[in-house]
């Protein structure tokens, strides 16, 4: 905040926060005195301090109140959270961009958990099949649409499922199945995707 501990002891903690919050603070005090003895505050938004050059910053804060000799004592544990939140923009610009990638790529390209349940499929392939990602995500990706040519074609990538799983890189042509019953040959591979640990947690399909 910006304040030395001469500069803050003694003044009101209204120092440390925008003057818009002020009025809100004292209804929030007087409120705590009947409610549990710690809550975090914020529940109805953001909020924010304010530094002693009067700039504002987000903020997380908590409130916690101990009786001590039949005198009320409140606690207030305050977080800046500027780079969290800074973190969270850039990670939610990440995904934006994968999505784009990953939807408008011309290969049929997802994401299997290591037992061959479907948990995303890019809208090529969708599109290709002509059904919405509710008939695919959450099911065994043999028994997706792109796969009922034939037992015999489940079976084979069943099988290269479980292999894959067991981290070998998996490649082989075969026929897929489209809306209308369109039938075509694909160069179809499964790629293990490894942990720090050396374990397989996720196969992509392309």
Same mark, same amino acid.
């Not at 500027?82 to 939807?103: C, V, Y």
């Not at 489209?178 to 196969?203: C, H, M, R, W, Y």
């Given at each position: 905040? %910006?304040?030395?501990?001469?500069?803050?002891?003694?003044?009101?903690?209204?120092?440390? +926060?925008?003057?818009?919050?002020?009025? =809100?603070?004292?209804?929030?005090?007087?409120?705590?005195?009947?409610?549990?003895?710690?809550?975090?505050?914020?529940?109805?938004? =953001?909020?924010?301090?304010?530094?002693?050059?009067?700039?504002?910053?987000?903020?997380?804060?908590?409130?916690?109140?101990?009786? +001590?000799?039949?005198?009320?004592?409140?606690?207030? &544990?305050?977080?800046?959270?500027?780079? =969290?939140?800074?973190?969270?923009?850039?990670?939610?610009?990440?995904?934006?961009?994968?999505?784009?990638?990953?939807?408008?790529?011309?290969?049929?390209?997802?994401? +299997?958990?290591?037992?061959? &349940?479907?948990?995303?499929?890019?809208?090529?392939?969708?599109?290709?099949?002509?059904?919405?990602?509710?008939?695919?995500?959450?099911?065994?990706?043999?028994?997706?649409?792109?796969?009922?040519?034939?037992?015999?074609?489940?079976?084979?990538?069943?099988?290269?499922?479980?292999?894959?799983?067991?981290?070998?890189?998996?490649?082989?042509?075969?026929?897929?199945?489209?809306?209308?019953?369109?039938?075509?040959?694909?160069?179809?591979?499964?790629?293990?995707?490894?942990?720090?640990? %050396?374990?397989?947690?996720?196969?992509?399909?392309?």
């Amino acid at each position: 905040f %910006g304040w030395t501990t001469d500069e803050a002891v003694g003044q009101p903690v209204e120092i440390l +926060m925008p003057k818009r919050y002020a009025n =809100q603070h004292h209804h929030h005090v007087k409120a705590f005195h009947h409610e549990p003895t710690s809550k975090l505050m914020g529940e109805r938004g =953001q909020l924010y301090g304010k530094h002693k050059n009067g700039q504002e910053f987000p903020i997380e804060a908590s409130i916690s109140r101990v009786n +001590m000799n039949d005198e009320i004592i409140f606690t207030v &544990i305050i977080k800046d959270i500027t780079k =969290q939140l800074e973190q969270i923009k850039d990670l939610h610009l990440m995904q934006a961009r994968f999505k784009g990638i990953f939807n408008n790529t011309f290969q049929f390209i997802g994401f +299997m958990n290591p037992n061959g &349940i479907l948990l995303e499929i890019n809208e090529t392939a969708l599109d290709f099949a002509g059904i919405t990602e509710s008939d695919a995500i959450g099911k065994p990706y043999w028994e997706t649409k792109w796969w009922t040519l034939s037992p015999e074609t489940q079976k084979q990538l069943k099988e290269a499922i479980h292999t894959a799983a067991s981290g070998e890189f998996i490649r082989y042509d075969v026929d897929i199945v489209g809306k209308e019953d369109t039938v075509i040959t694909v160069d179809f591979s499964i790629k293990p995707v490894f942990d720090a640990s %050396g374990n397989v947690v996720q196969l992509i399909p392309e």
